[in-house]
Structure formats: structure tokens, C-alpha cells
């Protein structure tokens, strides 16, 4: 994958190009590879390896954004009910996306963070993570967090059982425990919360991703499947984003119009 190089300057100040209207942090549900393959006729395979080629192009168009978190729903803990020759494929499309890509994600100052349950995928799997996580641990212009075996309610299980753990060897009392310690046990502890959710295919809704983080989050909601999901299409949610106005359950502001990108639209 050929990454936008950030110049010297950007890496000696760590200067980030994000405009006042573009969101930190963006988490996004990349649905209807299926339905794109049998569109056409195709193996559904293919649509998930066109997929990856939308992912690429999503990770370029982030650094062009200036993001600074970009979160890719790649396999949920839903998705090990599918026939297992597609779970296999996804599982070689991760493979094959981490050795392919990694230099370059490296190389173009990308950190690589991945959520969910790592226990269960194989030790080759594990390992390629890990080694993603390693080697681009101190990177600063992006963090693009992989969702893969990931299911929000086992996440907030999980915290929930861990605090409980805390609280029977008495180094938590239950009266610490509020939303800022609990969101400190999740796999996203440190990601600030997405601040826009985009869901390609048509479907309207959250099937377990980030369920806990996306209290605040903007939704837009893509009629065109995965694999069609490009830079111009990224540009145009942003642009909706930017007309959004945030009030976080206070009071409004002025009425927002859209800075970004002027003119394109979902
Ligand atoms: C949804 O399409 C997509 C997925 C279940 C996986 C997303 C995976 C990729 C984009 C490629 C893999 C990338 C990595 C890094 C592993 P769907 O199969 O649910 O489509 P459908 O709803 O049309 O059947």
C-alpha cells in the first residue's frame, strides 16, 4: 500500500493538517461485500478481498484527512457463525493484509492498535498482531484500530468481570466504580470515543461495535456497498459530519453549516 508520506516538518513538530470541522476519530462498519459479490456474480470472497482494497484506500484517505483515529469493524465475534470456509478467508485476508501492509502503514507513521479477544485466533494470528502493535507502538499521525474478534457486549463483560475481580481482593471499592474507570477496563482504554460512525450497505445499525464508546457518536448511514466506499464517498460523510450540530445533552449552539470539503454529500 503506498501511504502519504508526512513531511519533516509534520514529523519534527507533529503537526497534524485536521481542519476544525473533521472528527478525531472515526470508527467505521464495512458492510456488504457479500451483496457486492453476488451483485456480480462473484464468490464472496472476492468481495471481501475488494474489501481490503477499500480499506487501504479508507487508511489513505484518513492521513489525507488528518485523522487521528480511524476504527475498521473487521470480524466480529458474531461473524465465527459463518460457513468456515468464509471465516478461513477472512482470517488469511487479515494475514495477508498485516504482512503485506505493515512496512508501509510503519513507514507512512501509522499506529496499528487491535481490539477484541485475542485468546481464541490462532498463534500465527496472535503473533502478526502482536507484531503490528510492536512495531509501530510509537507512531503519532494515526492510530488505526483493527475491531477483529470483537463484540462490544463480551468488551463491557469483560471489564465487568475484571473490576469485580478488583473489588473481591479489596483493591477497588464498589463506590470508585464509575464510567470514567469503567471505559479505563475496555480494550479502547486511552482511544478517545469515535465522534462519527459510517456504515456502508444500507443497514441501520450498530451490531455490537463500539456500543459503550458511541454514546456521543454521529451516525451516517452509506447506501453503496464496501467495496465501492472511496475516498470521495469518506469526504462526503465528513462533509454531513461537519453540518451536525454536537450538543452532548446540553443546550444548542448557532445552527452549524458545513466548512468541509463544501459541496459533496452523502
Ligand atoms: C461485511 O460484509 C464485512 C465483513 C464481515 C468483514 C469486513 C472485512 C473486510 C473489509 C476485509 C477483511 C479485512 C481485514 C483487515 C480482515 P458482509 O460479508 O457481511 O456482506 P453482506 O452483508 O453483503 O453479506
Known amino acids: 500500500m503506498t501511504m502519504p508520506e508526512a513531511t519533516t516538518q509534520e514529523r519534527d513538530k507533529g503537526m497534524k493538517t ?21 451483485a456480480r456474480g462473484l464468490p464472496r470472497l472476492e468481495g471481501h478481498r475488494r474489501g481490503v482494497e ?42 495477508r493484509f498485516i504482512r503485506h501492509d505493515l512496512r508501509d502503514l510503519h513507514k507512512a507513521h501509522v499506529r496499528v492498535k487491535i481490539i477484541g479477544a485475542r485468546e481464541p485466533l490462532q498463534p500465527d494470528i ?21 475491531a477483529f474478534n470483537y463484540g462490544s457486549r463480551q468488551e463491557i463483560a469483560g471489564a465487568a468481570r475484571a473490576i469485580a475481580h478488583k473489588v473481591a481482593e479489596g483493591l477497588l471499592q464498589p463506590e470508585d466504580i464509575n464510567e470514567h474507570l469503567f471505559a479505563s477496563y475496555l480494550d479502547t482504554a486511552g482511544i478517545p470515543d469515535p465522534d462519527l460512525i459510517i456504515r456502508t450497505s444500507g443497514e441501520q445499525r450498530l451490531s455490537n461495535f463500539l456500543m459503550w464508546q458511541a454514546a456521543y457518536a454521529e451516525f451516517v448511514f452509506l447506501p453503496m456497498h464496501w467495496p465501492d466506499f472511496n475516498q470521495q464517498a469518506f469526504a462526503a460523510a465528513l462533509t454531513e459530519f461537519a453540518t451536525r450540530e454536537r450538543r452532548f445533552g446540553g443546550v444548542s449552539a448557532a445552527p452549524k453549516k458545513s466548512k468541509f470539503l463544501g459541496g459533496f454529500r452523502p
Open 18 to 38: 485536521r481542519a476544525a470541522d473533521v472528527p478525531a476519530h472515526v470508527g467505521v462498519i464495512m458492510d456488504g461485500n457479500g451483496r457486492w459479490a453476488a
Open 54 to 95: 477499500a480499506l487501504r484506500a479508507t487508511v489513505r484517505a484518513a492521513l489525507d484527512f488528518g485523522l487521528d483515529y480511524l476504527t475498521v469493524y473487521s470480524f466480529s465475534v458474531e461473524n465465527w457463525s459463518r460457513p468456515i470456509e468464509e471465516v478461513t478467508d477472512l482470517m488469511g485476508l487479515l494475514k
Open 126 to 146: 496472535r503473533a502478526l498482531l502482536d507484531e503490528a502493535e510492536d512495531l509501530t507502538r510509537d507512531n503519532d499521525r494515526l492510530t488505526l484500530v483493527v
